[in-house]
């Protein structure tokens, strides 16, 4: 038996280490940024206690990029920014400079190379984060990526100008389990109806972990035609479509009947206001590719009324609690329904609290 060591092979899962990627001037003053300025939309400038000044210009990118376009991207950091650059968790690309007068030149390339806008910074609308969708997720019942593409050629100018009241972030899921997060707007789909369960496949999986996964347990075992498979109490399911995640013979995808809805006011952040879930504004808008108007006819509208009702400073979910949500109603046009109320009173009794089986 050989005492020699096997060589392992390096670990490729996990976050780096980000120190080793950081550009020499955040290396050198880490930790003694004094101040940053604004100098114009996507383009800022940190100054350091020692002087030193790091310039970022903030791109959006589609995301979805291609290995050329990577490149591209490359080529560009290696000749302006010794290499540098950086996503924000909204896929911005955000490239680092140490000379000022590179940045004019960096900008141009990057607008006539790549045709990614500059901007999303500041009182701006940022680039749109949307869950990963069909690329990595079997659940989609829409395609936010394209979805947030078309959003995005409508919000376009809000992108490049810093004129809104606040910050703006928008989210879209492609389904009502949200991976997205939150989002001052955040679009979602939602399913209308229970999963449709599949027995002739159910007994491929493990049917414990399908009934666990109900929120509010409405999944429970029962005998189909003699074979062990599942039911679904439908006065309880919430149509969230958890279990399909689990199991893909509970079916919840339905051309016909999902839509799509707007949440409103979710706040991640505790500057001035502590962070905030989003509310419903608007549900049952169409779910229409390619480019989904609807959606983004309600998205403009929601945004105009806001930049003009609302304080400096105040974002969305501010804004609505100093108005008030009957008023929120009157300014969007957006119809009042019942759907629109809960206070989730009943959470604590209905919503599996538990990881057990029951
Ligand atoms: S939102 Fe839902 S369907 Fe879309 S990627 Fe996330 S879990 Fe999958
Ligand atoms: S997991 Fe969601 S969709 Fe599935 S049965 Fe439970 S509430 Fe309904």
Redesign the pocket.
């Given at each position: 038996m050989t005492t020699e060591k096997k060589k392992l092979a390096p670990r490729d899962q996990g976050a780096p280490d980000y120190k080793k990627n950081l550009h020499p001037l955040m290396v050198k003053n880490y930790g003694k940024w004094k101040y940053y300025d604004k100098i114009k939309p996507g383009v800022l400038k940190h100054v350091a206690e020692s002087g030193d000044a790091l310039y970022t210009v903030r791109a959006g990118s589609p995301r979805t990029l291609s290995v050329d376009k990577v490149r591209a991207i490359c080529d560009i950091a290696d000749k302006y920014c010794q290499g540098h650059l950086r996503f924000t968790s909204r896929a911005n690309v955000e490239f680092l400079l140490a000379r000022e007068q590179d940045i004019e030149p960096l900008i141009k390339e990057v607008r006539e190379r790549l045709g990614f806008p500059i901007g999303g910074t500041g009182h701006s609308v940022t680039n749109i984060v949307h869950?990963?969708?069909w690329m990595?997720?079997?659940?989609?019942?829409t395609d936010?990526v394209g979805a947030v593409k078309a959003l995005m050629d409508e919000l376009y100018e809000e992108f490049t100008n810093e004129r809104m009241p606040a910050r703006v972030k928008i989210s879209a899921?492609?389904?009502?389990?949200?991976?997205?997060g939150q989002a001052d707007i955040a679009i979602?789909?939602q399913h209308h109806h229970p999963p449709t369960i599949n027995h002739g496949n159910m007994q491929i999986c493990e049917l414990p972990k399908v009934v666990a996964i109900c929120p509010v347990a409405a999944i429970r075992p029962a005998k189909v035609e003699a074979k062990d498979s599942l039911e679904v109490v439908e006065e309880k399911c919430m149509y969230c479509?958890a279990c399909h995640?689990q199991c893909p013979s509970m079916e919840i995808r339905d051309p016909n009947t999902d839509t799509l809805s707007i949440w409103v006011g979710g706040k991640s952040a505790n500057t001035r206001s502590g962070p905030s879930f989003m509310k419903l504004a608007a549900w049952g808008l169409p779910n229409n590719p390619p480019r989904w108007p609807e959606v983004g006819a309600a998205v403009k509208k929601l945004l105009t009324v806001y930049k003009g009702s609302a304080k400096q400073y105040e974002r969305i979910g501010e804004w609505i609690e100093r108005i008030g949500w009957a008023r929120f109603f009157e300014l969007t046009g957006f119809e009042f329904t019942k759907y629109h109320i809960d206070t989730f009173k009943h959470a604590r009794t209905t919503f599996n609290t538990s990881a057990q089986v029951r």
């Open positions: 869950t990963q969708g990595h997720c079997n659940l989609p019942g936010a899921s492609c389904c009502s389990i949200n991976c997205g979602n789909l479509g995640g």
